[in-house]
T-cell receptor, first 116, second 116 residues
C-alpha cells in the first residue's frame, strides 16, 4: 500500500543553518505530496504541496521538489529561524477512483529544534 | 485558509464511559473527513475516512464498534469513543477536505482525551 517514510528526529540546528528533512514515498499511482507543520500546542497546517512530477512547492522560505524518479519530496530551507521549531510531516494523497476515499497518508513526523 | 473547528480541545472521562468529539468545517463543505490518532513521538495514524451521507471506511486494526464515526452533514463529523479505557487516551485529530481530487485538507486543533 501507499506509505511515507521521513527521517527520524529530533533534528537540532543553529539559527541560520541549512535544513534538509528527507521524505520518500511509495504509491501505486500519481499522488500529490504535501508537507504539513505542527507548531507547539497547535494543530497541523499545510506548509507546501506539489501535485505532479517536477513541481516545486514553496512557502515561508521552505521548498520541496516532487521527484518521481527517486520517489522523494525532501524539505529544504536555506536559513532556519528559531520560529521554525516545530514538527514537520510529509504526506501523500492519492485518489482511489472507485470510492472517492482519497486518503492522506502521513509520515511519522520530524521534530525540529532551532537553537538561537 | 479554511477553518476546521474541533471540540472539545481536551476531555477527561472515566473508564467505561463514552466520549463524543465533534469536527466542523466552518466555511466550506467537507465532502470527506478524516480522523487521526496521534501517538507519542508524534506519529499520525489514520483511523477512518468518512464521506458525507455514507458509512465510514475504517483502517485495518481500528475497531469500528469502539470508534463510531458519523458524517451526517457536509459540515459536521463526529467521533465517539465508546466504553473508553485508559489505553484509548491519546490526541485525536480530524481533517476535512472539499470536493475535487487532491484538494488540500484542513485540520482541526485536535482533542486530548484522557481516560482515568
Amino acid at each position: 500500500g501507499n506509505s511515507v517514510t521521513q527521517m527520524e528526529g529530533p533534528v537540532t540546528l543553529s539559527e541560520e543553518a541549512f535544513l534538509t528533512i528527507n521524505c520518500t514515498y511509495t504509491a501505486t499511482g500519481y499522488p500529490s505530496l504535501f508537507w504539513y507543520v505542527q507548531y507547539p500546542g497547535e494543530g497541523l497546517q499545510l506548509l507546501l504541496k506539489a501535485t505532479k512530477a517536477d513541481d516545486k512547492g514553496s512557502n515561508k522560505g521552505f521548498e520541496a521538489t516532487y521527484r518521481k524518479e527517486t520517489t522523494s519530496f525532501h524539505l529544504e530551507k536555506g536559513s532556519v529561524q528559531v520560529s521554525d521549531s516545530a514538527v514537520y510531516f510529509c504526506a501523500l494523497s492519492e485518489p482511489i477512483l472507485m470510492n472517492r476515499d482519497d486518503k492522506i497518508i502521513f509520515g511519522k513526523g520530524t521534530r525540529l529544534h532551532i537553537l538561537p | 485558509g479554511a477553518v476546521v473547528s474541533q471540540h472539545p480541545s481536551w476531555v477527561i472521562c472515566k473508564s467505561g464511559t463514552s466520549v463524543k468529539i465533534e469536527c466542523r468545517s466552518l466555511d466550506f463543505q467537507a465532502t470527506t473527513m478524516f480522523w487521526y490518532r496521534q501517538f507519542p513521538k508524534q506519529s499520525l495514524m489514520l483511523m477512518a475516512t468518512s464521506n458525507e451521507g455514507s458509512k465510514a471506511t475504517y483502517e485495518q486494526g481500528v475497531e469500528k464498534d469502539k470508534f463510531l464515526i458519523n458524517h451526517a452533514s457536509l459540515t459536521l463529523s463526529t467521533l465517539t469513543v465508546t466504553s473508553a479505557h485508559p489505553e484509548d487516551s491519546s490526541f485525536y485529530i480530524c481533517s476535512a477536505r472539499g470536493r475535487g481530487q487532491n484538494t488540500e485538507a484542513f485540520f482541526g486543533q485536535g482533542t486530548r482525551l484522557t481516560v482515568v
